[in-house]
């Protein structure tokens, strides 16, 4: 069974960095677009940055130069360097993957984690 686990949340000055990683565990042979969204209490559900198989990214016009996806295929991790964190980043954060190969002949799709706190506060 496929499962995306997600760490490295927490609480953080305005201003500060935090990193975010999330792996993906069980048969998964080819891992397709990856991401992260987030939602703030009281709001709808964002995509933050997203990377492809061939690492092509997009990011929300808010995190652009401030935080930066990447992904590691040889672990089945992607990881959001989040910088110069603002109050307005504070959410719970979400892996999320839309398509995997998990056999030869199966295709499973939109994966989500079960999220990790960020807040940023003094």
């Known amino acids: 069974q496929v499962q995306l686990v997600e760490s490295g949340g927490g609480l953080v000055q305005p201003g500060g960095s935090l990193r975010l990683s999330c792996a993906v565990s069980g048969p998964a042979f080819n891992i397709y677009t990856m991401g992260w969204y987030r939602q703030a209490p009281g709001k709808r559900r964002e995509m933050v940055a997203t990377?492809?198989?061939?690492?092509?990214?997009t990011y929300e016009d808010s995190v652009k130069g401030r935080f930066t996806i990447s992904r590691d295929n040889a672990i089945k991790t992607i990881y959001l360097q989040m910088n110069n964190l603002k109050p307005e980043d504070t959410a719970v954060y979400y892996c999320h993957v839309d398509f995997i190969d998990i056999s030869l002949d199966t295709t499973g799709f939109d994966y989500w984690g079960k999220g990790t706190l960020v807040t940023v506060s003094s």
């Open positions: 990377i492809t198989n061939t690492s092509r990214t």
